[in-house]
T-cell receptor, first 111, second 117 residues
Framework: GQSLEQPSEVTAVEGAIVQINCTYQ??????LSWYQQHDGGAPTFLSY????GLEETGRFSSFLSRSDSYGYLLLQELQMKDSASYFC????????????FGQGTELSVKP | EPEVTQTPSHQVTQMGQEVILRCVPISNHLYFYWYRQILGQKVEFLVSFYNNEISEKSEIFDDQFSVERPDGSNFTLKIRSTKLEDSAMYFC???????????????FGPGTRLLVL
């Protein structure tokens, strides 16, 4: 089977740092992506890890440990506009490149 | 910046009716996808399409569903006989290449919210 686990909700204050974890169990793994979704709108790509380690893109960083089937998204200097749902998604690697999404983590940023 | 577009933004239909959801992927992209998201739930893969044929489909994508690329720009999802449980947001996505280890990003359209009554 295919399963991804991430917390359902996270709350943090403006300016803080928050980490959203994702553990996965999938048949086939090529990489882990992170997407942001505001109010049911289009999922927007944030980051992708295919190899172990940390990828940094501005205020957002993503980490992957393939041996632990684990990754996280780190958001720094939180802003109110970061309030959204964040999804981890696995690329199992089949031809056509589908994404398998987690249930999503709703991040609420408070003033 | 190029983007994926979808029409209509909202569609209300009666159970048993056929609907066609339309998408215009980013012009130089080669892989196309449909996903759906039932309200409050995760995004679920339906089908991927490459070189004018289906690459992969999920168990959700049964005989009631079909996809087509009728011309060089449009990519459509047809639901032949809608059911109440087909009510969801349907997202189209495209990528330059498959994500099989290449890290190619999938770009999502704004979605079509389908309501089946």
């Amino acid at each position: 089977g295919q399963s991804l686990e991430q917390p359902s909700e996270v709350t943090a204050v403006e300016g803080a740092i928050v980490q959203i974890n994702c553990t996965y169990q999938t048949s086939g793994f090529y990489g882990l992506s992170w997407y942001q979704q505001h109010d049911g709108g289009a999922p927007t790509f944030l980051s992708y890890n295919a190899l172990d380690g940390l990828e940094e893109t501005g205020r957002f960083s993503s980490f992957l440990s393939r041996s632990d089937s684990y990754g996280y998204l780190l958001l720094q200097e939180l802003q109110m506009k970061d309030s959204a749902s964040y999804f981890c998604a696995v690329s199992p690697g089949y031809q056509g490149g589908k994404l398998i999404f987690g249930q999503g983590t709703e991040l609420s940023v408070k003033p | 910046e190029p983007e994926v577009t979808q029409t209509p933004s909202h569609q209300v239909t009666q159970m048993g009716q056929e609907v066609i959801l339309r998408c215009v992927p980013i012009s130089n992209h080669l892989y196309f996808y449909w996903y759906r998201q039932i309200l409050g739930q995760k995004v679920e893969f339906l089908v991927s399409f490459y070189n004018n044929e289906i690459s992969e489909k999920s168990e959700i994508f049964d005989d009631q569903f079909s996809v087509e690329r009728p011309d060089g720009s449009n990519f459509t999802l047809k639901i032949r006989s809608t059911k109440l449980e087909d009510s969801a947001m349907y997202f189209c996505a495209s990528s330059e290449a498959g994500t099989s280890g290449s890290g190619e990003t999938q770009y999502f359209g704004p979605g079509t919210r389908l309501l089946v009554l």
